[in-house]
């Protein structure tokens, strides 16, 4: 939507890193809330025609977040999120695992660490997610893929529909 | 048991013979001289990296030269530049809901279509 904010994503495959850096033309507070709560993590973690949905969510250092990406088949894959540390509006840290729909988890997880930074009206977070095994990082993918070329399209027309406002 | 070139890469012997053969064709002889591992562990690698295709054992002679499958690497690639394509995705579908936060805010008055009670 605005092609000069910041996107950087690098993978390192040796030490099984991914390393995100994005801009946002937004307040660090409105930021902190998007990645924070989950009925707005729930507009916009799953690239459409996906969609994702939090059963619980509880925000706090010992706390967790269970929800399901949506699949336009109606297929759900689940996933638990455990807060390590808070920070507030700075950094929090979570391990990330799939599971079953009853919260079964996979044998591999992903650690991510999230930096939260503002300047000039604009805030940067930076995201560090550190995987496991290198099988799980792209295993990631399987449940993407599909909807992937659809979201493409998607996104365009929502695109559309907004620089015509 | 199907391998596929994320199993071939996830182990640091066979990145380092991945990264050997990718200069020249060689041996496993050779291959293993570069290694402070027995001959059998480079040979189990050669093998899992041939199932994987990502190196071809071509007959020169008497010898066995393995070589790199260039493209089979370049696979790895365009499943990361998915990846990377998802969290594009994402990131616009943010960038749409912080614009919206951002109005709501400004307005600072909840619109009747906004249902959400605000703090």
Redesign the interface.
């Known amino acids: ?2 092609p000069e ?1 910041l ?1 950087d ?1 690098t ?1 390192n ?2 030490t099984k890193m ?1 390393f ?1 850096t ?1 801009e ?4 660090l507070s ?2 902190w ?2 990645f924070t709560r989950a ?2 993590l729930d ?6 025609p996906m969609t994702a949905r939090t059963k619980r969510m509880n925000f706090e250092v010992g706390g967790s977040r269970f929800y399901a990406m949506i699949a336009p088949d109606g297929q759900e894959r689940w996933s638990l999120q455990k807060y390590l540390s808070i920070s507030p509006k700075t950094n929090f840290k979570q391990f990330n695992v799939f599971t079953d729909a009853d919260e079964n988890p996979d044998p591999n997880g992903s650690e991510w660490d999230f930096n939260f930074s503002e300047a000039n009206g604009k805030t940067t977070v930076h995201i560090s997610i550190y995987n496991e ?3 799980r ?2 295993s ?2 399987d449940g ?2 599909q909807g ?1 070329k659809m ?2 399209v998607n ?1 365009d027309n ?2 559309d529909t ?1 620089s015509a406002k | 048991m199907r391998r596929d070139i994320f199993q071939a890469i996830a182990d640091p012997t066979r990145r380092a013979i991945i990264t050997l053969i990718a200069l020249q064709a060689m041996t496993p002889n050779a291959i293993a001289d570069n290694f402070q591992t027995t001959r059998q562990s480079v040979s189990k690698h050669l093998r899992i990296l041939t199932e994987c295709e990502l190196v071809k054992p071509q007959q020169q002679g008497r010898e066995i030269y393995y070589t790199l499958e260039i493209e089979k690497m370049k696979e790895v690639d365009k499943w990361l530049d998915q990846f990377r394509q998802i969290w594009e995705t994402r990131f616009n579908q943010l960038d749409i809901v912080l614009a919206n936060m951002s109005a709501a805010t400004a307005k600072n008055v909840s619109s009747p279509a906004n249902k959400k009670q605000k703090k």
């Open positions: 939507m605005t904010l996107f994503f993978v495959k040796e991914v995100i994005r946002f033309n937004a307040g409105l930021v809330d998007a009925e707005l507009q916009w973690v799953a690239p459409k095994s290198l099988e990082l792209l990631i993918l993407f893929t992937m979201s493409l996104l929502l695109l907004l």
